[in-house]
T-cell receptor, first 113, second 116 residues
Framework: DAGVIQSPRHEVTEMGQEVTLRCKPISGHNSLFWYRQTMMRGLELLIYFNNNVPIDDSGMPEDRFSAKMPNASFSTLKIQPSEPRDSAVYFC???????????FGPGTRLTVT | AQKITQTQPGMFVQEKEAVTLDCTYDTSDPSYGLFWYKQPSSGEMIFLIYQGSYDQQNATEGRYSLNFQKARKSANLVISASQLGDSAMYFCAMRRVPGNNRKLIWGLGTSLAVNP
């Protein structure tokens, strides 16, 4: 079975541009998580969905960030407008109901210049 | 507030020896779960092991074991017979078990280098 799929793997953009990160969770998993990882702050949960519904978005830094999950097999994280401080690795993870572990995607390395 | 502390930013171990990575946690919840994840240089996060707060025995998964000391609020990861491929960042995390909150609280990680 395929794992969590994220695209793009790398993104370089200029400040002020819109960035969209994509995630396909593992089939059959009903929880999806978006994380951001930086050297300074470590791994931070931005938002998570359960059965396509956002449950906790308290980690979303500000209104420039938005996330959607239109169906069970797809989610997006959008940053508009992007800023240099948004540079980080963004991970998507999914989890099956009743299990403990979250399965992570390979991450998207975002660089905003 | 819940918190995970990993006090060792970097560790070295000789190949084939055992190593312990420290993790302490702070929570007032009676029921919780503790995780360890591995992040090699390629970047992906790999689940290693899970311990529930009410589990009677320490969790083990192959060469990984979790030394769970509830009274001391510690959940140290023990890697036996270290291999070169164990060189990576290791993260400890915690979640509340009751309720609908699947959020994990993460430590800042420990970098492990295995020397040949």
């Amino acid at each position: 079975d395929a794992g969590v799929i994220q695209s793009p793997r790398h993104e370089v953009t200029e400040m002020g541009q819109e960035v969209t990160l994509r995630c396909k969770p593992i089939s059959g998993h009903n929880s999806l998580f978006w994380y951001r990882q930086t050297m300074m702050r470590g791994l931070e949960l931005l938002i998570y969905f359960n059965n396509n519904v956002p449950i906790d978005d308290s980690g979303m830094p500000e209104d420039r960030f938005s996330a959607k999950m239109p169906n069970a097999s797809f989610s997006t994280l959008k940053i508009q407008p992007s800023e240099p401080r948004d540079s980080a690795v963004y991970f998507c993870a999914s989890k099956k109901a009743g299990s403990y572990e979250q399965y992570f995607g390979p991450g998207t390395r975002l660089t905003v210049t | 507030a819940q918190k995970i502390t990993q006090t060792q930013p970097g560790m070295f171990v000789q190949e084939k020896e055992a190593v312990t990575l420290d993790c302490t946690y702070d929570t007032s919840d009676p029921s919780y779960g503790l995780f360890w994840y591995k992040q090699p240089s390629s970047g992906e996060m790999i689940f290693l092991i899970y311990q529930g707060s009410y589990d009677q025995q320490n969790a083990t998964e192959g060469r990984y074991s979790l030394n769970f000391q509830k009274a001391r609020k510690s959940a140290n990861l023990v890697i036996s017979a270290s291999q070169l491929g164990d060189s990576a960042m290791y993260f400890c995390a915690m979640r509340r078990v009751p309720g609908n909150n699947r959020k994990l609280i993460w430590g800042l990680g420990t970098s492990l280098a295995v020397n040949p």
